[in-house]
């Protein structure tokens, strides 16, 4: 008689089958315990570790859920987000490069003075970074670029029979630095005229 709650009814395609009575074999539900830890200051941000050391309990969730999340940093103009391209990649740069401090700015140049050009002015408790510099001259001359009244390049030949008639510089990752307060000069050992650009931006030191 007990079989007749396992026999298959093809009339409608079901099967009779007694109630089960013990359920011990299936899991308990678990109660869902949230806690929520509250920031109120970016030095609380900071010492998020602190925080989490405070809390009596890591409560860890079985529930995925989606999120929007915004990823920041602290720079030395206060907390920045980081951005990303449409593709998900985070926007980074190699330290040291141009920054939101760091504005490239143009100057040009024409002259035919023996004495010093100033091509980029001082400006006090910064330093010039020059990352392109581009001229022509109109004759033989030779050419020493200088911070301030201090040569940092040697005498360079141009004009002359064989020699270029002018310069393209693309100093990019390695920018000609002038000392800080110092401006960015140029002098000519002859009365000729050289005429250019130079791409630059300042930083403090």
Partial sequence: MQDLFYSFDPGTSTTRAPMPTDFRHLLGWAEKLERFLTIHTHEEMININEQLNQTLNLQVSNIIS???AQL???TDLGWRTIKAT???ALKVAIDGLLSDTRTLK??????NSIDPIE???ATAGQKIHVVNLVFTVTGAVAVIL???TDPISGAMDFGDTGEPKGAVIPLGLGPIVCRTGEAFNIDL???VYISGFCTYYKQLA
């Fill in 146 to 148: 200088y911070s301030g």
């Fill in 119 to 121: 091509i980029v002015g």
């Fill in 189 to 191: 050992d002859a009365a």
């Fill in 106 to 111: 143009y100057a040009p140049f024409r002259s």
């Fill in 66 to 68: 989606r999120v929007i």
């Fill in 72 to 74: 920041i940093g602290l």
């Fill in 86 to 88: 449409p593709e998900g």
